[in-house]
């Protein structure tokens, strides 16, 4: 009993082996016919790798409260200009509009107003701090009701077009702004809430998206706020790679499975005085050994 079972152990395998030599045959020469003689690649597609921006309906809504010194405001409009650049801008692409805030709150530029780039980063580079305040919940209250708006040249939601706040701050918010914040996400609006130094973390989780892994930045200072453009380059962009198999090894594989198949089912169906036959050769193969 014991070598009829070590036989059906041991040829079972020497079965399947002559099905994975077949299998690689045919990979070769399904290899061979279809690449011209080269082995077969797995690629990835160059046109579809490419990065594909997002189109966006974006508002940046940036602290320049008295706390921030000129140097570091000036930090912060680096930041903005950097961000620029990784968009693609146009009227039908990405539009921008910054909102500019303090205890007063001040739209710098709306959506509708620039369609490129050097002109884009003219108008932040002229933007100047409007010192005492930081009404944080004002300001999301205005870009709501103001920047992004169809009358202000954001698409309208059939468009489909995400609507985006990024909010820059390094205090605490002197108002309320996790129901105003609360609002504007209902309204279909993703915010992004970058703090600085002494930002107040609740307030940043109180304005932000979920989830706030995604949603909420820090940085000790402004002196390094430019590092953040390449983490927002990645969240502002849907990166898409499609791979190509080449489809000889598919042909090959399903050669394989098939035939396998086949001689599964010789294994259950084969004769006993046949299979016996198959055992005793083994079994003498194995004796000479």
């Known amino acids: 009993m014991k070598c009829w079972l070590w036989g059906l152990v041991c040829g079972t395998p020497l079965m399947l082996g002559d099905v994975l030599a077949t299998y690689r045959l045919n990979a070769q020469s399904f290899a061979q016919s279809r690449n011209n003689g080269q082995p077969p690649t797995r690629t990835l597609n160059p046109e579809k790798s490419q990065c594909t921006r997002r ?17 570091d405001f ?13 968009l693609a801008v146009g009227s039908d692409a990405t539009r921008v509009a910054v909102v500019n805030y303090a205890s007063t709150v001040k739209i710098e530029f709306l959506l509708k107003d620039h369609f490129n780039k050097p002109d884009m980063k003219k108008a932040i580079s002229r933007i100047e ?44 918010p002197q108002d309320h702004v996790e129901q105003i914040s609360a609002a504007a996400r209902a309204d279909g609006i993703e915010i992004y809430a970058v703090g600085v130094d002494r930002a107040d973390m609740a307030s940043l989780k109180q304005m932000a998206s979920l989830p ?21 380059r990645e969240t502002l962009c849907e990166v898409r790679g499609e ?34 036959r198959r055992i005793w050769r083994l079994e003498e193969a194995l004796g000479r050994a």
Do not use: W
Request: charged letters at 20%; proline letters at 3%.
């Open 55 to 71: 189109l966006l309906d974006l508002v940046f809504i940036i602290d320049s409260s008295r706390s921030i010194r000129i140097s």
């Open 129 to 172: 701090p409007l010192a005492a305040g930081t009404m944080t919940g004002m300001a999301i209250k205005t870009a709501v009701n103001e920047a992004f708006t169809e009358e202000s040249g954001a698409r309208p939601h059939s468009r489909n077009i995400a609507k985006v706040a990024i909010i820059v701050t390094d205090g605490r």
């Open 243 to 276: 791979v190509v198999v080449d489809p000889c090894k598919c042909e090959a594989r399903l050669a394989f499975q098939k035939q396998t198949q086949v001689v599964l089912q010789q294994l259950t169906t084969t004769p006993l005085a046949d299979f016996a």
């Open 74 to 86: 000036e930090k912060v409009k680096t930041f903005l200009a950097l961000m620029v650049d990784t």
């Open 212 to 232: 706030l892994e995604d949603h909420v930045f820090y940085v000790e200072t402004y002196g390094v706020i430019e590092k953040l453009t390449s983490k927002f």
